[in-house]
């Protein structure tokens, strides 16, 4: 059984994924209003994993016997400056969730709940790869500058990427 602030948390840390699936729709929306399709399809799949992680709390809550509550998600920007702003809010909104699920590693690690500490363990590595690959399209758009060819060319690679459903939800 889950210990009540251990819920809270988590159920915190679910509406955070949420945010971040929000904020990210949103991204996806102001690529779509500069016809930078490849961005926008890049960000519409960031934000369905976003929802896969929000679903990995809901599942764990559950598993673990708590309560799942939703709460109110707060409103995302809807304006960047340019695309390279909106990667640098990307990389800087996966550093502050890196630091909130530090943080409930150490309630985890507190509270003694050893199941919970393990859960988490996953989200640890995967925030590894969110800094990094935003931080990578960062560096690539300061190369691409000014120069509107190499941005369309960025477009056209990260148009690319897919979404892969997990096989389960639990993994
Ligand atoms: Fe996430
Ligand atoms: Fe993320």
Not at 18 to 32: D, G, N, P, R, T
Not at 33 to 62: P, T
């Amino acid at each position: 059984m889950l210990k009540k602030t251990m819920q809270d948390a988590l159920n915190a840390q679910m509406n955070a994924e949420i945010y971040s699936a929000y904020l990210y729709v949103s991204m996806s929306a102001y690529f779509e209003s500069l016809n930078l399709k490849g961005f926008a399809s890049w960000m519409r799949v960031q934000a369905q994993e976003e929802m896969m992680h929000a679903m990995k709390f809901y599942d764990y809550i559950l598993e673990r016997g708590g309560r799942v509550m939703m709460a109110a998600i707060d409103a995302p920007p809807t304006d960047w400056d340019s695309p390279l702003a909106v990667f640098t809010n990307t990389y800087e909104h996966e550093q502050k969730v890196t630091a909130l699920i530090h943080t409930l590693v150490d309630l985890a690690v507190k509270e003694k709940d050893h199941a919970t500490s393990n859960f988490l363990q996953w989200f640890v590595g995967e925030q590894v790869e969110e800094e990094s690959s935003a931080d990578a399209i960062v560096q690539q758009m300061k190369l691409a500058g000014e120069a509107p060819h190499a941005l369309f060319m960025l477009d056209k690679e990260y148009g690319q990427r897919i979404f892969q459903p997990p096989t389960s939800s639990k993994e």
